[in-house]
């Protein structure tokens, strides 16, 4: 693992997001699961019940991906990435309306951007030897 930056990345990622899901629920007692206002976890990021789910699935994935393998590790960091790229631009345009089921706010639609372009850039841009490279015979 100490080799790969996709498994790393997906190993510390996983076990900080699901850190924050626990920690979540710390905040969120009295909260609908689904409010669009919520509790503020850490006095800055906006949670609800289904966005603390959210991050225990996102953080076993990313866990799981990280402790599997290269293959894994790069496909998971690719895929929790994109969907929190497209998830941090939408947010700016549902916050304020009801179709903001996960209670977002402005630091929450940093945080998913910030956490999307580490995801992408060492999915996409780490380990690339490693996937290529044939087995000796």
Known sequence: MKNSPNRLVGVI??????????LGFTVTSG????ATEGGLLLGLFEVNPLHNVAHLLIGAALLIGGLAGVRAA???NGVVGAAYMLLGIVGFFIADTGANILALNT????LHLGSALILL???IGAD?????ASPAV
């Open 107 to 110: 630091a929450d639609h940093i």
């Open 121 to 123: 850039g060492v999915s």
């Open 74 to 76: 790069k496909a998971v």
């Open 13 to 22: 990622f996983g076990a900080v997001y699901l850190l924050v899901g626990i």
């Open 31 to 34: 909260v609908d699961f689904i």
């Open 128 to 132: 690339k030897a490693r996937l290529t």
